[in-house]
């Protein structure tokens, strides 16, 4: 017997089964654990997986609920390639956002992050804060180097 755990669970009309191998080719270390299928055999009611350590259920629950940017994935990346790399690929099909946001195709809301902004935010340095999230809020893809440089001032 387990104790307790704790996973997301998403709802989508019904693309549940595609946003799970799309996002699984994109973030590494990431795989489908079960496919529940529909009644009647006809394609996914319910995808469990896992994206970088975190669980997942997502849901075919047909045109009842839609998600919002009122909740989000965030991805924390090392590199401004990685950003990049990340951003355009589950961009395609989607809508940009401001500050490093993005909905992807399927309606996730994204937040695609370089950890050089997480640690620039938390320096101490409350002038060089000010300047490095005014220099966010201009953004759309967030940019490492042009937040290393606002920070630098």
Same mark, same amino acid.
């Given at each position: 017997?387990?104790?307790?755990?704790?996973?997301? !669970?998403? #709802?989508?009309? =019904?693309?549940?089964?595609?946003? &799970?191998?799309?996002?699984?080719?994109?973030?590494?270390?990431?795989?489908?654990?079960? %496919?529940? *299928?529909?009644? /009647?055999?006809?394609?996914?009611?319910?995808?469990?997986?896992?994206?970088?350590?975190?669980?997942?259920?997502?849901?075919?629950? /047909?045109?009842?609920?839609?998600?919002?940017?009122?909740?989000?994935?965030?991805?924390?990346?090392?590199?401004?390639?990685? %950003?990049?790399?990340? #951003?355009?690929?589950?961009?395609?099909? /989607?809508?940009?956002?401001? !500050?490093? #946001?993005? %909905?992807?195709?399927?309606?996730?809301?994204?937040?695609?992050? *370089?950890?050089?902004?997480?640690?620039?935010?938390?320096?101490? =340095?409350?002038?060089? &804060?000010?300047?490095?999230?005014?220099? @966010? @809020?201009?953004?759309?893809?967030?940019?490492? *180097?042009?937040?290393?440089?606002?920070?630098?001032?």
């Amino acid at each position: 017997m387990t104790g307790p755990s704790l996973q997301t !669970c998403l #709802w989508f009309d =019904d693309q549940a089964e595609e946003a &799970a191998q799309t996002y699984v080719t994109l973030l590494p270390g990431s795989k489908i654990i079960q %496919v529940f *299928p529909r009644r /009647g055999g006809e394609g996914a009611f319910l995808v469990h997986l896992s994206l970088l350590g975190q669980r997942y259920s997502f849901l075919n629950g /047909g045109p009842h609920y839609r998600l919002s940017p009122a909740a989000s994935i965030e991805v924390h990346l090392d590199t401004q390639a990685e %950003v990049d790399l990340l #951003w355009h690929a589950l961009l395609q099909g /989607g809508t940009a956002q401001r !500050c490093g #946001w993005l %909905v992807d195709r399927f309606g996730v809301s994204w937040q695609i992050i *370089p950890r050089s902004l997480i640690r620039l935010l938390q320096s101490g =340095d409350a002038a060089q &804060a000010a300047r490095v999230t005014e220099a @966010m @809020m201009d953004m759309i893809k967030l940019d490492g *180097p042009a937040l290393e440089a606002a920070a630098r001032g």
